[in-house]
C-alpha cells in the first residue's frame, strides 16, 4: 500500500495540482489584495466615499457587554452579533469576477500564443533531409530515366 501511495503521489497530476493549489491561493491573496486595497475605494470614492462592508443589517440583539462600534461589521460579528453582510457579499462577488476575468484573460493569451506557435512550426520549411536520403532520390532520378 505505501507503494502504491509513493507511485500515487510522484504522478505528474498530483504533483501538477500541488503546484496550481499553492498557486490559486497566492492569486487569491493577490486579487483580494487589488479589489480591496485599490479596486473598491476607488468605486468608493466615485459613489461618495462609500464603504460597501459597511452595508449589512443586524438580525439579532448586541450582548450587553459589546464596547465596539455599532456601524462596523467586522466588530459586530466578532463579538458573534448575527448579521446579513450584503456589503460583505458584494466585495467577495466582485472579488470572483475580477479573478474570473483575469483567468479568462490569462487563458485567452495562452491559447492565442498557443495557436501561434502551431501556426509558427506549420509554416516551418521542412527539415533539410539527410545526405543519404538526397543520394537515394538522385539514384531514384537516374533510375527513372533509363529506358
Aim: charged share 20%; net charge neutral; aromatic share 8%.
Amino acid at each position: 500500500m505505501l507503494k502504491e501511495f509513493k507511485s500515487f503521489i510522484a504522478r505528474g497530476n498530483v504533483l501538477d495540482l500541488s503546484v496550481a493549489v499553492i498557486m490559486g491561493a497566492a492569486f487569491g491573496r493577490i486579487v483580494t489584495s487589488l479589489t480591496d486595497d485599490i479596486i473598491m475605494p476607488v468605486i468608493g470614492k466615485v459613489t461618495g466615499d462609500l464603504d460597501f462592508s459597511s452595508y449589512f443589517v443586524r438580525l439579532g440583539a448586541i450582548p450587553a457587554d459589546y464596547s465596539g462600534s455599532l456601524t462596523s461589521y467586522a466588530d459586530l460579528k466578532k463579538a458573534g452579533v448575527p448579521l446579513l453582510g450584503f456589503g460583505q457579499f458584494a466585495t467577495v462577488a466582485i472579488n470572483f469576477l475580477i479573478v474570473a476575468f483575469v483567468v479568462f484573460l490569462l487563458v485567452r493569451s495562452v491559447g492565442k500564443l498557443l495557436a501561434k506557435q502551431k501556426a509558427e512550426e506549420a509554416a516551418a520549411p521542412a527539415p533539410a533531409d539527410p545526405a543519404d536520403v538526397v543520394l537515394l532520390r538522385e539514384i531514384l532520378e537516374e533510375l527513372k530515366k533509363r529506358p
